[in-house]
């Protein structure tokens, strides 16, 4: 069966929700010290959009995923879903790390049925395990421990397990980065159908210019550490996109230009 074929064989779900960071700045505390990380960030993302972050390594992408995921609380301004200040973790929204930190003891489906349990409505829910693992194409593994699956699997694993609480916002940090170049094509085209059929609302953090261009529909370019909002870039292509598109490619070359990588354009 065919992603697309499993997609549409899962209802549809109109869920999403807007993400408003409002004057975010945070910072570490080291060895005594201050560690400035992210310098009065704005940004508002709507209902249902893609949005990709992009900048140098270590400037602060994935501290404002974990904040936005309430993992951590900024040291000034606020962040809000829908109006509403974040305050705590929610089912709403789910974060997708790099690496699929499944529990290794466990199957893949009770991993993906883990956050159901948690809240005691897998008994009712039960089906709904076997609904996105059919979506990621891996209903035949649901049985398998993690240490027999390929890194590509591990990672659809993580991503059903997400998935399964119907989120609001999912945060993707760097969800592809360690898999091979041919499975991480194949996984942003089939994360690109599962967020088309969804529609969740999407923060992507990324350090693969073509993934962004290829995933979202707005792709933000950070500073270096501390991160500011350095540059914005909208793009309107449909899907599928294909990764030689004039447009695209045209694109990806002002983008690398703003992060100072011109010569790798």
């Known amino acids: 069966m065919s992603l697309a074929s499993a997609v549409h064989a899962v209802p549809a779900v109109a869920r999403s929700i807007a993400v408003d960071v409002r004057g975010v700045s945070h910072q570490f505390d080291l060895a005594g010290s201050r560690l400035a990380v992210l310098d009065r960030i704005d940004?508002?993302?709507?209902p249902g959009e893609f949005v990709a972050l992009l900048g140098p390594s270590g400037c602060g992408k994935s501290t404002l995923l974990r904040l936005v995921a309430a993992l951590e609380t900024p040291t000034q301004g606020q962040i809000l879903a829908d109006g509403a200040p974040i305050e705590h973790p929610d089912p709403s929204r789910m974060l997708v790390f790099q690496d699929p930190t499944l529990f290794p003891w466990l199957s893949v489906w009770k991993n993906v049925a883990t956050g159901l349990d948690a809240r005691g409505v897998l008994r009712e829910q039960r089906r709904r395990v076997d609904e996105t693992l059919a979506l990621v194409r891996l209903e035949n593994f649901a049985a398998a421990l993690p240490h027999q699956l390929s890194g590509g699997m591990a990672q659809r694993a993580s991503l059903a397990r997400a998935l399964v609480n119907d989120p609001a916002l999912l945060l993707l940090d760097e969800p592809l980065g360690k898999l091979d170049s041919l499975t991480r094509l194949s996984l942003q085209d089939e994360l690109a159908t599962l967020w088309q059929r969804r529609r969740f609302t999407a923060l992507l953090v990324t350090h693969d210019v073509e993934e962004a261009?290829?995933?979202a529909s707005r792709v933000i370019v950070l500073t270096d550490r501390p991160a500011r909002i350095q540059a914005e870039f909208v793009v309107s292509k449909p899907y599928p996109r294909r990764?030689?598109?004039?447009?695209?490619?045209?694109?990806?070359r002002r983008i690398l230009a703003t992060l100072g990588l011109e010569k790798s354009s």
């Open 43 to 46: 940004l508002s993302v709507a």
């Open 213 to 215: 261009l290829l995933l």
């Open 243 to 252: 990764r030689d598109d004039a447009d695209l490619v045209a694109l990806r």
